[in-house]
Nanobody, 124 residues
Framework: QVQLVESGGALVQAGGSLRLSCAASGRTFGANTMGWFRQAPGKEREFVAAISRSGAGITHYADSVKGRFIISRDNAKNTVYLQMNSLKPEDTAVYYC????????????????WGQGTQVTVSS
């Protein structure tokens, strides 16, 4: 089992920045891919960003956040971060951290472990 706990969500004005954190514990060797997803009210959960655990840390981003969000990880701390810059009202959502065994970054069904989510609200 892998336990994931997100933090860092808040209310922020458009154009502002936030950094989300996701701390993993338990059998973290099963978390080769770490991803962030988000779900806005009335919408389906969507992929945001993912990073591989090994090597240089391959990353992948949704087009909607590319150039504004940066995913990174600290393997020693078993923590993944999502730096969110130039935030827009449409970024408002609950953000979830997830862990997968394989590198299938955008496929939510491949992520076995999920956190409880953290609310990000961007005001206009």
């Amino acid at each position: 089992q892998v336990q994931l706990v997100e933090s860092g969500g808040a209310l922020v004005q458009a154009g502002g920045s936030l950094r989300l954190s996701c701390a993993a514990s338990g059998r973290t060797f099963g978390a080769n891919t770490m991803g962030w997803f988000r779900q806005a009210p009335g919408k389906e959960r969507e992929f945001v960003a993912a990073i591989s655990r090994s090597g240089a840390g391959i990353t992948h981003y949704a087009d909607s956040v590319k150039g504004r969000f940066i995913i990174s990880r600290d393997n020693a701390k078993n923590t993944v971060y999502l730096q969110m810059n130039s935030l827009k009202p449409e970024d408002t959502a609950v953000y979830y951290c997830a862990a997968a065994l394989y590198w299938v970054p955008t496929t939510a069904n491949e992520y076995r472990y999920w956190g409880q989510g953290t609310q990000v609200t961007v005001s206009s």
